[in-house]
């Protein structure tokens, strides 16, 4: 009974926040972005419908006086567009489609490259907190926020790390100072 009460549900209630949480920020994309999920959401709207889609998107990524997108080319771009999807597509099939006649469709390119790199979890937002949480360890406790920052950024992206030339970026540590290029003998 104790286990049940002090963990089993404990996680229960952890599993239901998360999950609700989740289902909300979905719920969120899809007000916004739904329209844009397949060609057959698309498609299926009529042009007062999807003018007003383009509309309620555009306010979402509108910041200030700055837009990303301009509602009225969008809508016009998307109505061309229903009538060039044959076939049933996912986003990513519509945005390579859309890719090759770029020219034509740049606010729709635009539209569809920020559907596709909005995280839909906080799974990498919950990465970065999980390394920060190891980077700053009790150990470690005294570093300044640039290093924390520079650790937090090779830690999250290793990938890119890997592709470094250690050499180049030795050679240039050592030839920015007269000292250090007498105690590590490289000319």
Do not use: W
């Amino acid at each position: 009974e104790s286990f049940r009460v002090n963990y089993f549900l404990h996680i229960v209630d952890q599993a239901i926040v998360s999950l609700n949480t989740r289902f909300e920020q979905y719920e969120g994309y899809e007000k916004i972005f739904g329209f844009l999920f397949t060609s057959d959401r698309l498609r299926s709207l009529d042009g007062k419908s999807l003018l007003a889609a383009c509309v309620n998107l555009e306010d979402a990524l509108k910041s200030g006086e700055h837009k990303d997108i301009d509602r009225l080319e969008l809508c016009s771009e998307l109505l061309f567009l229903q009538g060039s999807l044959q076939k049933s597509m996912g986003p990513l099939d519509i945005l390579n489609f859309l890719k090759k006649r770029s020219l034509i469709y740049p606010n729709a390119v635009i539209a569809y490259r920020i559907l596709l790199t909005i995280p839909v979890t906080v799974a990498s937002a919950e990465r970065s907190f999980s390394k920060l949480k190891l980077l700053k360890s009790y150990l470690r406790s005294t570093m300044t926020q640039e290093r924390l920052n520079g650790l937090a950024t090779i830690a999250l992206e290793n990938d890119v790390l890997e592709k470094i030339n250690y050499e180049d970026l030795i050679e240039d540590f050592i030839s920015r100072n007269t000292r250090r290029m007498l105690l590590f003998g490289r000319k």
